[in-house]
């Protein structure tokens, strides 16, 4: 059995700072890493790896820098990783990034079974997934928070809003990872310079699966008109000189203000 999972290199959204006075998100600087989300599916492709005879290889969009970071997923178990150089730096939007791998997937594969992250740390958008899905023209599974498989057969619990859906699907299927599912597993020393030998592919759009970035600038849905960040001023309140009764009902009369909580009958 081969197991794929996606992994996207992107930018540490957790590091991006704002510009108070006028708006602008400071990105220089800002480092970029494999983020929980992706290295969640790929925690998934290894735990099902490890009960059976299955092989799992990585495959990422990103940039040069990404190679020498794949040995971080490489080593939680992954055999072996592919990263497609972005010409786009990561601002690819869903409908090109799904043709990108699309592509990359019908040259190292068939799989029979592909993972995901719901969304990725920088774009968020969803769509990846189910757009890939709709290309290969296979099954598409989301939020699953339980993976397990059983005779050719995906079995998954979905993570809705109100309870958990189970379903089936048959192989081959493309499923994507509920968020904090699957905390990705903390890997060992050893484990570190065994992934230092497992290989690493680098290929080019143009070079390695015949696509342009003309041809793929048309098939682009969004163009960016602007970025600006929100700063959010946080309220700092302090209570004290009280006894704990008073206290506790100044709070509460603050929380109803600032509408927090609401109370039953008007008052």
Not at 216 to 223: A, H, N, P, R
Request: proline residues 4%; contains cysteine; hydrophobic residues 45%.
């Amino acid at each position: 059995m081969k197991i794929l999972a996606l992994a996207k290199y992107s930018l540490d959204v957790a590091e991006i700072r704002v510009d108070s006075a006028s708006g602008a998100l400071r990105m220089t600087g800002v480092p970029q890493r494999f983020g929980d989300l992706d290295k969640g599916a790929v925690e998934v492709a290894v735990r099902l790896k490890e009960t059976s005879d299955a092989v799992v290889e990585v495959l990422c969009l990103g940039p040069p820098a990404a190679r020498a970071a794949t040995k971080d997923v490489l080593a939680m178990g992954a055999d072996e990783a592919t990263v497609i150089e972005d010409p786009y730096d990561g601002a690819a939007d869903a409908a090109v990034a799904a043709r990108v791998l699309e592509a990359a997937i019908r040259k190292r594969g068939p799989f029979d079974l592909i993972i995901c992250g719901f969304a990725s740390d920088d774009g968020y958008s969803h769509q990846t997934g189910p757009r890939l899905a709709e290309r290969l023209g296979l099954p598409f599974v989301s939020y699953a928070r339980e993976i397990s498989l059983e005779g050719g057969v995906l079995m998954a619990d979905r993570d809705l809003e109100d309870g958990i859906q189970t379903v089936s699907v048959p192989l081959p299927a493309i499923v994507s990872v509920a968020e904090e599912a699957f905390v990705p597993r903390r890997v060992t020393l050893l484990q570190a310079m065994k992934a230092q030998k497992k290989p690493t592919n680098m290929w080019s759009l143009e070079q390695d699966l015949g696509l342009s970035e003309e041809a793929l600038d048309k098939v682009s849905g969004y163009s960016v008109i602007c970025e600006t960040g929100i700063v959010v001023d946080r309220k700092q309140h302090m209570l004290k000189g009280m006894d704990v009764t008073e206290m506790a009902d100044l709070f509460i009369d603050m929380l109803v203000e600032e509408e927090v909580l609401a109370l039953k009958g008007g008052g």
